[in-house]
Nanobody, 116 residues
């Protein structure tokens, strides 16, 4: 069992920045890739950023150049730095770890609202 706890969400004006954190329990964090997803009201959950255990990264096109995923294996934590935020970035943001085809864990989610 892996527990993921997100933090760092909130209300921010367009053009502002937030940094989300996701702390993982246990000692296996460094062995697995991590991902950030988001789900806006009335929309499906979408993958926005992924980081491998060797810190290679991939991004959804709409956040590329604005968002940065990173990890600190010593702290069992993955981060999502979000800059130049837009109203369309408003969503609940979730971190995710997938251990294999049947074991996948999600955090509780953190709300990000971009509004003036």
């Amino acid at each position: 069992q892996v527990q993921l706890v997100e933090s760092g969400g909130g209300l921010v004006q367009p053009g502002g920045s937030l940094r989300l954190s996701c702390a993982a329990s246990g000692s296996i964090f460094s062995l697995y890739a991590m991902s950030w997803y988001r789900q806006a009201p009335g929309k499906q959950r979408e993958l926005i950023a992924h980081i491998t255990r060797s810190s290679s990264t991939n991004y959804l096109d709409s956040v590329k150049g604005r968002f940065t995923i990173s990890r600190d294996n010593a702290k069992n934590t993955v981060y999502l730095q979000m800059n130049s935020l837009k109203p369309e970035d408003t969503a609940v943001y979730y971190c995710n770890i997938r251990l294999d085809s049947v074991r996948e864990y999600w955090g509780q989610g953190t709300q990000v609202t971009v509004s003036s």
